[in-house]
């Protein structure tokens, strides 16, 4: 038995030697005992490959593996997998278990155990504490010491009572890899498997505490023991270590195999250390390698193999990169498998390479784990965990049906039906038991059919039967969940749920359909996921299957394992580009590096602590004899040597590339790394890489930009984009241009590619013929109609031409509330109508009483009833009756002081009206019906004459403002009155006077004061004034009189907006109109309706909203997602318009009304 070192530095030819001895050994005694070639896991398949292809053929006795490999197999021989066996997935979960019932017991842990990466900095700790070995007795022993911070010894004793419970739970079962170590450790001596076996160790530079004892058992039984180290020549171990030397880790290690070899009295021969440099075709590469530990570093101005990148962002670095890779394929003949990529941090680049690489059409293998944990089937399981737990949220379950795994595998339910049932439901509001109990659900279906009947039958039978298919198995999953308390029944349930549904079957499909696309990754992941799943399911039931807990617990306990979920990864193909991280790569036989993301702060990287302790703690517990994994400081000095092996492994060729900026654009300084090289290769300058090709800096790099078609597709529309704007572009785009215009493969996609050249966002005019199909030969149209088309054509068209809907809420929205409002006083008004009692004698008592009997009625009419759906509205409803209260004692204060009784409420004229709709006649001969219903229109008679007005009523304030009537946006007041002035004799027997136009704002107003406490009078009067009415008045004495007979002198009225001088007159402040002006408005408005009408029947559905001031009708609207207005783009801009005073407002229509009889 023997120890055989070998040492040398990167590229020495350590693996070589190492086997060409095991080569050499086999060719001997083909038959002889075990070979075990022990590397890192991620080298095993490579290592592999190159042995075979070194010997022509296989081989029975050699055999790659890693340590865990290697134990499993002694576990194997030995009978050691007699015990249960919990991976890491079921360790967490019992973790979480734990911690869930011990959390009233925790000091520092109790607000974290839901928080993301505890669990795993749990088992981390766990994990560090059996490979380091340290045990209960010492981890007590750490609480303690009464000189050691409070905090820490909390986190400790917390810890320590998660592992007592851990413990308990897992009496006679092994967690994961560290106690298949210790007992593979203790299973050695009697292995056939290891005695007399050669054993060769390669790739590693150091070894947990847990590695050394297997190590240790291992040389004791093998015949030999073989072992490389990365570093410089044979020191004495006695000699003191340089913790700040490059090779600082390897020396270590070397100490202790040593003292391991001597403890055991194992002959150690004579280290056998080459000083040559095998790997390194490049002289650059080979001087860097040299110059790594020697300080200051010679120069060397030939720096041919090395090459510096800086990147203006990631994209454009990797775009360069790959393009760097197509040129090294197609001039100098390299394979891709030639090719890697480092990275000290492969998350950051994972998506971003896999994206343009694809673009690139360039294999690559990501050596990085993905998550599982959004994969459909997962997704699906903890939703419905979801909806079990938090008793049917709607969220919850629409999120489990959109998995698509309640869809039945065979049948006539596709998407569309799913889609149906969202909206259906989202409409309904169902909630809660609604989902589950089929007579609630009866309850709330039965709300559609306050649609059209026909209609409605059909889609609540459709309904129905969508029901019974996708919520029928969840809901039965549901009562046998409630019935149940132990970990295997909520399991085995679960397992059973996903039978029901078909689960196997519908990812087998899901597999199929992925291949048939080409995406043969998402094809193995669709084929790996029921396994993982099961296995979870299995890992739960052997940890604690026999165990009761409220399934809230299980809940969380079987999320943790779901979390820990990850696809296997294995290379697809061999000939493909590698990008993996520097920390766990290992290469072999790469002729070009690209280390990407050489950044200050990024490499060397900043420590960062994978257990609840901070460095500081970790350094504190190193100090004080506790055996831990590197603290901080010793990580950062072991940055250097993952520098120093990235950077030498490729044997031509390494570029290091950096970044200017980071996604945000905030600049970013290079690693210090560069700066060692720039002192090694004084001539070595930076690249600059861009993203575009209009930011190369000449046409020759530009040219470079041309490397796959889809790339090309899409820098090539960038370019023409740019001619197209008047920039000059070189000649070659046009040769791209023409070549795509002859490819038959990509005729669809370029086209759509050059369609955004010329494409602006107009959508042009309808032909006349398709206008009339969609709106009629006749128009009938509501003023708010036509005040759309005003403020936007395309908007008009959307609601009323397409007829798009936006999805229905079940919510309490504005407009509910606008009706309810409406509906109330209108109730009121009619009632006291009808009793023949006037409003100005409705008491406070009597608003009260009527109002709230109103309101009861009213609301199970509003939204489906969704006033009493739950405690919150009920509350609103009862703030909603208050302000209905308070608005109808205001009406009732208003009538008083007026000398106008309500004549007629909700009257309405046009189609099923009280009056003729309002008819306009159009140059072509067609007929306009403009329709409406009017809130309140309230009459004076007097011998002057039947004054009229109309009143508004409003949940939010608004006012008239004439240069808004003018531009076609504010119609409705002067239609309403203009269909009143015309029908009044027919209607009132009577032509009326217009006394005006109001607003009524209904709500229950904040009153504050100033100068404190308020008598009961000026409450009243400061009530009344939030209250007060805007609009327009006729400027006459009696329209004045009649709107409110106690406006004094110097005073205001709390009525109307209308204030008195000194000597009577009224106000510059008043809101008056002269009776000539109301004509002039009405001329406008019906030259408006005609004018807006004949646009609409026109064809006009441009993009043209307005804006004014700061208002503009796209900050509520609906369809932006539909037009995509974007007044970014030079092409698109708003209609601006003009503020106009009421005078000038009137003039621009007299002027106009002038040109339209003109012209007539």
């Given at each position: 038995m023997g120890l055989q070192i070998i040492t040398g530095r990167s590229g020495s030819?350590?693996?070589?030697?190492?086997?060409?001895?095991?080569?050499?050994?086999?060719?001997?005694?083909?038959?002889?005992?075990?070979?075990?070639?022990?590397?890192p896991d991620q080298m095993t398949f490579q290592v592999e490959r190159r042995i075979i292809r070194k010997m022509g053929k296989g081989s029975t006795r050699i055999r790659v593996l890693g340590f865990n490999r290697l134990a499993h197999m002694i576990l194997q021989e030995q009978g050691g997998h007699a015990l249960t066996h919990l991976q890491q997935t079921g360790v967490n979960m019992l973790l979480r278990k734990v911690?869930?019932?011990?959390?009233?017991?925790?000091?520092?842990?109790?607000?974290?155990?839901?928080?993301?990466?505890?669990?795993?900095?749990?088992?981390?700790?766990?994990?560090?504490?059996?490979?380091?070995?340290?045990?209960?007795?010492?981890?007590?022993?750490?609480?303690?010491?009464?000189?050691?911070?409070?905090?820490?010894?909390?986190?400790?004793?917390?810890?320590?009572?998660?592992?007592?419970?851990?413990?308990?739970?897992?009496?006679?079962?092994?967690?994961?890899?560290?106690?298949?170590?210790?007992?593979?450790?203790?299973l050695v001596p009697d292995s056939e498997l290891i005695n007399s076996s050669l054993i060769a160790v390669d790739g590693f530079h150091h070894f947990s505490p847990l590695e050394e004892a297997f190590i240790a058992e291992l040389m004791d039984q093998a015949s030999d023991m073989i072992i490389t180290l990365t570093k410089d020549a044979y020191q004495d171990p006695s000699n003191e270590l340089d913790p700040l030397h490059l090779f600082f880790e390897t020396m270590l290690t070397e100490q202790k195999l040593i003292e391991i070899a001597k403890d055991k009295a194992i002959e150690i021969f004579e280290p056998i250390h080459s000083n040559q440099q095998i790997r390194f075709n490049s002289p650059s590469i080979a001087h860097l390698e040299r110059m790594s530990t020697r300080r200051p570093a010679l120069e060397l101005t030939d720096h041919s193999g090395v090459q510096v990148y800086a990147c203006v962002n990631k994209r454009a670095e990797i775009r360069g990169i790959c393009r760097d890779i197509k040129r090294l394929v197609r001039e100098e003949k390299y394979r891709y498998k030639d090719i890697a990529l480092l990275t000290r941090n492969l998350q950051d680049y994972h998506d971003i390479i896999e994206l343009i690489f694809d673009e690139e059409e360039i294999p690559v293998f990501v050596d990085a784990k993905r998550t599982a944990i959004h994969h459909p089937l997962i997704e699906f399981v903890r939703s419905i965990m979801e909806v079990v737990s938090k008793h049917w949220r709607y969220e919850d379950v629409i999120r489990c049906l959109k998995t698509h795994f309640v869809l039945p595998t065979k049948g006539s339910m596709h998407q569309d039906d799913l889609d149906v049932f969202e909206n259906v439901t989202l409409a309904l509001g169902i909630n809660g038991k609604q989902w589950y109990d089929p007579v609630e659900w009866q309850k709330r279906i039965s709300f559609y059919r306050t649609v059209k009947e026909g209609e409605a039958d059909e889609k609540v039978e459709r309904m129905q039967r969508l029901y019974d298919e996708m919520i029928q198995p969840l809901s039965d999953f549901f009562e046998k969940i409630k019935e149940q308390t132990s970990v295997r029944e909520y399991a085995t349930s679960l397992f059973e749920l996903l039978l029901t549904l078909d689960a196997p079957e519908k990812l087998a499909a899901?597999?199929?359909?992925?291949?048939?696309?080409?995406?043969?990754?998402?094809?193995?992941?669709?084929?790996?996921i029921w396994k993982q799943l099961i296995s979870v399911l299995e890992q739960a039931d052997e940890a604690c299957g026999k165990d009761d807990?409220?399934?809230?617990?299980?809940?969380?306990?079987?999320?943790?394992?779901?979390?820990?979920?990850?696809?296997?990864?294995?290379?697809?193909?061999?000939?493909?580009?590698?990008?993996?991280?520097?920390?766990?790569?290992?290469?072999?036989?790469?002729?070009?590096t690209f280390i990407i993301g050489a950044n200050d702060g990024v490499i060397p990287a900043k420590a960062e602590e994978s257990t609840f302790l901070t460095n500081q703690e970790r350094q504190l517990l190193i100090e004080e004899g506790y055996e831990l994994s590197p603290s901080a400081e010793r990580q950062l000095m072991n940055e250097q040597f993952l520098v120093y092996l990235a950077q030498t492994s490729p044997t031509d060729r390494l570029v290091i590339s950096y970044l200017l900026s980071d996604d945000d654009g905030k600049a970013k300084q290079p690693s210090m790394i560069l700066h060692q090289l720039y002192d090694m290769f004084p001539n070595l300058k930076p690249e600059l890489k861009v993203e575009t090709p209009s930011d190369a800096g000449n046409d020759d790099e530009e040219w470079l930009f041309i490397s796959s078609p889809v790339s090309a597709r899409s820098f090539m529309t960038e370019r023409l984009q740019q001619w197209k704007k008047g920039y000059p572009i070189p000649s070659f785009w046009w040769s791209v241009y023409n070549w795509f215009s002859k490819q038959q493969d990509f005729?669809?996609?370029?086209?759509?590619?050059?369609?955004?050249?010329?494409?602006?966002?107009?959508?042009?005019?309808?032909?006349?013929?398709?206008?009339?199909?969609?709106?009629?030969?006749q128009l009938t149209a509501s003023v708010s109609r036509l005040e759309q088309f005003n403020s936007c054509a395309f908007k008009q068209f959307s609601n009323y031409g397409l007829r798009l809907k936006d999805r229905e809420y079940f919510r309490l929205e504005a407009p509910d509330i606008g009706i309810l409002f409406h509906e109330a006083l209108k109730e009121l008004t009619e009632a006291l109508k009808e009793e023949e009692i006037p409003l100005s004698e409705l008491s406070e008592v009597e608003?009260?009483?009527?109002?709230?009997?109103i309101i009861e009625g009213l609301a199970p009419k509003i939204n489906r009833n969704i006033l009493k759906s739950s405690n919150r509205l009920h509350y609103i409803l009862s703030k909603l009756e208050k302000v209905v209260i308070r608005a109808a004692m205001i009406l009732a204060v208003q009538a008083e002081r007026?000398?106008?009784?309500?004549?007629?409420?909700?009257?309405?004229?046009?189609?099923?009206?009280?009056?003729?709709?309002?008819?306009?006649?159009?140059?072509?001969?067609?007929?306009?019906?403009?329709?409406?219903?009017?809130?309140?229109?309230?009459?004076?008679?007097?011998?002057?004459?039947?004054?009229?007005r109309v009143i508004d009523y409003k949940s939010s304030k608004k006012d008239i403002e004439l240069d808004e009537v003018y531009y076609g946006l504010s119609m409705q007041m002067l239609v309403y009155l203009d269909a009143l002035l015309t029908y009044s004799s027919e209607w009132l027997g009577s032509t009326a006077v217009p006394a005006g136009m109001l607003y009524f704002h209904i709500h229950n107003p904040l009153i504050t004061s100033s100068s404190g406490k308020l008598s009961p009078e000026e409450a009243e009067n400061k009530i009344l004034e939030k209250f007060r009415m805007n609009g327009l008045i006729l400027n006459e004495d009696h329209a004045v009189a009649l709107t409110d007979h106690t406006l004094e002198a110097s005073s205001s009225s709390v009525i109307a907006p209308l204030h008195r001088k000194k000597d009577g007159e009224l106000t510059k402040r008043s809101k008056v109109i002269e009776k000539e002006e109301i004509q002039a408005c009405r001329e406008w408005i019906r030259s408006k309706v005609k004018s807006s009408s004949e646009a609409i029947l026109s064809g006009n559905i441009a993009i043209d909203p307005y804006k004014k001031n700061k208002e503009t009708p796209c900050r509520f609207c609906p369809y932006q997602a539909f037009c995509q207005f974007d007044a970014s783009q030079e092409e698109m801009q708003f209609r601006h318009l003009q503020g106009l005073n009421q005078e000038r407002a009137m003039q621009l229509m007299r002027i106009n009304m002038e040109e339209v009889q003109d012209g007539d």
């Open positions: 030819g350590k693996s070589t030697y190492i086997e060409d001895e095991i080569l050499a050994l086999e060719k001997k005694h083909p038959t002889g005992s075990p070979i075990f070639y022990l590397v911690s869930e019932e011990q959390k009233a017991k925790l000091n520092v842990f109790e607000n974290a155990i839901g928080k993301n990466g505890f669990i795993d900095q749990l088992y981390a700790m766990l994990t560090e504490c059996k490979r380091y070995g340290l045990e209960e007795e010492q981890i007590q022993s750490i609480t303690n010491k009464d000189h050691l911070s409070a905090a820490l010894k909390d986190k400790f004793n917390d810890f320590l009572l998660i592992h007592q419970e851990l413990k308990k739970d897992t009496e006679g079962i092994r967690l994961a890899s560290e106690d298949d170590f210790k007992l593979a450790i203790s899901m597999r199929d359909h992925a291949e048939q696309a080409g995406r043969l990754q998402e094809a193995k992941d669709h084929d790996q807990m409220p399934f809230t617990t299980f809940q969380k306990m079987l999320d943790t394992g779901l979390e820990s979920i990850s696809f296997s990864i294995i290379p697809p193909a061999f000939d493909q580009v590698m990008a993996a991280t520097m920390a766990t790569s290992r290469l072999n036989d790469v002729k070009c005729h669809k996609t370029v086209a759509t590619s050059l369609s955004s050249i010329f494409y602006t966002n107009d959508p042009g005019k309808l032909p006349v013929d398709t206008a009339k199909r969609l709106y009629g030969d608003a009260t009483r009527r109002s709230k009997t007026s000398g106008f009784q309500p004549e007629a409420i909700e009257l309405g004229f046009g189609k099923n009206g009280l009056l003729p709709p309002l008819t306009y006649t159009l140059t072509d001969g067609t007929v306009v019906e403009l329709s409406g219903r009017i809130d309140r229109v309230d009459t004076a008679k007097t011998e002057n004459g039947l004054y009229i």
